[in-house]
């Protein structure tokens, strides 16, 4: 089937194949799906993607500085080992080039372009009960009809640009870091202004200010942030890490983050305070998200996340010269590891360098943007040539409410979710039959190191499909109970941990103005995640209801 001549689901003489399965998006998640689909099941499957090539998150972040937080050796597929030993990773943390170059590799390896229509954005999809299939409508006015509809539209990658009064005014040029121009940005000569201090705002201040005349940087959450010591890998790591594949795997797939590291079954006040300084000095020292792995209950006890927060703001008035910028920047309001966890490379020494400030916008807000600049409620007003938002994403919910999905009653996933998202397992909404979200909101997708719950989830779905074809199974639809359920579970799990009291966390929404408010992934761990996703299959998958072709033909 895979071999006949095909382009992106039209066949050599233009007519649309009859298609099993369209995928949206061509990213890791939406990459391997369609390997599995075409390759494993044999599906007649296609991917529609927006860009002009594969690669999702690190085709459109170019920005300066955008680079994993993940370890190389873990930001990969794991699925195939001829996979993992042909490429090799250059660097402790890989730079969006280097990715990029990967994602190409492996869709080439597996010869997925063929199968993937770019520069296709998906505007609509709609469910006919009738003929039980989706019709996907693209901005070109096409329309392709399949029985599975699977979206691979990526958490992080519906850009929110914040609607500040007067931005179209602006004289100077706007950029945001999620849609970056590929040709880049000089920035030389320049007064830059940022606005955002998030995990890509810290990894671009370094780098913009390398060559930007002046950098202000408009903060309005002071963040925690941990050094990378990115480095090049030494040929002797390279080839540990060869020789280490199944190990790794092995550690990602049994902790709770996906992360190629365990995290230490000792708690905060089990040391006295001379051991804990030392063990967060080590970590410190280490660099990277391992920093909070030095003791278990971080993200779970108050008291002992204050002592990880009370060092990490000490390393800032440390490295800060400056006491009153050293004290904006410390001054922070939630706890360490409650929003992402940025890792950097020389962030808080950027403000020890003459030509970059910091402007505190939590006091004094942003009041507008002017033809010159922007202007503060205080009426100070900062000339600039160059504004960048690194303002991050509509996340979780922004990609697939833009998709227009109408489902069964003709019911759209808008109304469904008015209150804020609701599903079972992060896959799949009742009244949208045959539809599966790969990292949906509900699963544990962002809390993780993203490659593993992707994989994970693709193989579940995979799985599924050719368990529904084996036993004569036309539509699957997750039931409103198991939905309630799982969303209760998923609430539980957010409670259990700290997570929630960073009020202002894009993991709730809170950074998109009017969004409901609803601790989104699941925060109860990957590996029991992986359980549950293994237990309701096993029991004929259990809080779904399947439709025989029989009672279908009725
Ligand atoms: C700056 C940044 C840094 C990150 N760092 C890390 C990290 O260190 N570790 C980690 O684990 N994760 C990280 N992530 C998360 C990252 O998104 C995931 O690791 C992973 O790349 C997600 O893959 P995906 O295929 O699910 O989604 P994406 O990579 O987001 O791909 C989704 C694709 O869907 C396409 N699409 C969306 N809507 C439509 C539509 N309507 N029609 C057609 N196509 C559409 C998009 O164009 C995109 O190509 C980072 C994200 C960002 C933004």
Known sequence: MASVAMNGGISADGAQRKLDAIIIG???????????????????????????????TWYWNRYPGARCDSESHSYCFQFSDELLTEWEWSERYPGQAEILRYMNFVADKLDLKRDIRFKTRVVG???????????????????????YLITAVGCLSSANVPKIPGLETFEGDWYHTGLWPHEGVDFSGKRVGQIGT??????????????????TVFQRTANYSVPAHNAPLSPERKRELKERLAETRRTMRSTPNGHPFVIENRSVFDVDDDERLRIFEKQWEMGGLQFRAAFKDILLDKKANDEAANFLKNKIRQIVKDPETAEKLANIDHPYSTKRPPIDSFYFDTYNKPHVKLVDVRSDPIEAITPKGIRLKSGEEHE???????????????????????????????????AGPTNYLGLQVSGFPNLFTITGPGSPSVLCNMPVPIEQHVEWITDCIDYMRRHDVEAIEATPEAMDRWVAHVNDAANATLMPQAGHSWYLGANVPGKPRVFMPYAGGMAR?????????????????????????K
């Open 384 to 418: 600039l040539d160059i504004i960048v938002f690194a303002t991050g994403f509509d996340a979780m919910t922004g990609s697939l409410l833009r998709l227009n999905i109408t489902g069964r009653g003709g019911r759209t996933l808008s109304e469904s979710w008015k």
């Open 125 to 147: 999809a709609r469910y006919d009960e009738a003929a039980n299939r989706w019709t996907v409508t693209t901005e070109g006015g096409e329309t392709l009809t399949a029985k």
């Open 198 to 215: 998030g995990s890509t705002g810290i990894q671009a201040v370094p780098v913009i200010a390398q060559t930007a005349k002046t950098l």
């Open 529 to 553: 995640y992986r359980g549950i996703c293994d237990d309701v299959a096993a029991k004929g998958y259990e809080g779904f209801e399947m439709t025989r072709a029989s009672a279908m033909a």
């Open 26 to 56: 061509a990213g890791f998640s939406g990459m391997y799906q369609l390997h599995c689909l075409r390759d494993r099941l044999g599906l007649n499957a296609v991917v529609l993607e927006a860009a002009d090539g594969v690669g999702g």
